[in-house]
């Protein structure tokens, strides 16, 4: 298990922070003001938050809270009723969900969304698709410019299952893997889409202790190697207080501390809505 160094928080040109670090950057994405109405329901209401370039962050909260609403207003699953989202300074306003990951975020899911009769490998090649380099009439007609593509697609995917250990269940149907296997396959794929941001729902979700530490290891290098930001969702407070810089609490649709590690877990507010008195959520 990585042993969390105390980050620095400081303030950047907006109501968020941002690791010191990554001050002299402008942050990988910033949500302003952000809000969505289900009809006469408030969901999420002035949700703001910034993500330096190489932090990892943390979304918590109680269930109902609106943190997977969150993500789907970054990811244009949703088209958020008011408020903005920049991503490294551009406006994704009119972007929709496939725009919003060529230009640098991508995720997993709280349930598992593999295609589970095709191989780890095809699994990981399906993140590849923004770098295929050859079209259709290269492709249909096996033309040189589609082996290149495909031996490049091949050491890519290779590269990125080894990241978890996995480059020997290449020809593994994905349908078949252990459930952990399936949730760090997930990762695997979204890195595959070479974001700038990876955001994470749950990623540890129905791991045993083992694997959550060794799913945490894994978070901090993916960071370390591909110098990315990650936001994750999560309820496993070991994990959550372990490796987060920044951590935004989120209630009933709206934030209610952001802050350090230390500074939420002695948040009084926090603590009666979701902490608890010492215990997990």
């Not at 979304?59 to 991503?87: D, E, H, S």
Request: charged share 20%; glycine share 10%.
């Amino acid at each position: 298990m990585p042993e969390r160094q105390k980050t620095k928080l400081v303030p950047v040109p907006s109501p968020n922070l941002i690791p010191e670090r990554d001050v002299d950057k402008s942050p990988i994405l910033e949500a302003q003001h952000l809000g969505i109405d289900f009809g006469g329901l408030t969901a999420v209401n002035e949700f703001n938050m910034a993500i330096g370039r190489t932090e990892i962050a943390g979304l918590i909260g109680p269930n109902g809270a609106g943190k997977t609403t969150v993500f789907n207003l970054l990811t244009k699953v949703y088209q958020p009723t008011r408020g903005t989202v920049l991503l490294d300074g551009k406006d994704t306003h009119n972007m929709n969900t496939v725009q919003v990951n060529k230009a640098g975020i991508a995720r997993t899911f709280q349930n598992i969304r593999l295609f589970d009769k095709l191989s780890v490998e095809d699994n990981v090649k399906i993140g590849l698709h923004n770098q295929m380099k050859y079209g259709t009439f290269s492709g249909l007609f096996r033309l040189p410019a589609y082996w290149r593509g495909e031996k490049a697609a091949h050491e890519r995917a290779m590269e990125l299952l080894s990241i978890f250990d996995m480059q020997d269940l290449a020809g593994v149907k994905a349908g078949a893997l252990p459930y952990g296997a399936q949730r760090r396959l997930e990762i695997v794929r979204a890195l595959g889409t070479n974001p700038s941001l990876l955001l994470l729902d749950e990623p540890a979700a129905g791991m045993n202790p083992s694997e959550t530490a060794e799913l945490m290891d894994n978070i901090v290098k993916i960071r370390d190697t591909f110098q990315i930001a990650i936001l994750l969702i999560e309820h496993d407070m070991s994990l959550v207080m372990g490796i987060c810089e920044g951590i935004c609490v989120l209630n009933f649709g709206e934030i209610i501390a952001k802050g350090t590690p230390e500074e939420i877990q002695n948040n009084p507010e926090v603590i009666r809505a979701y902490l608890g008195s010492g215990k997990e959520a």
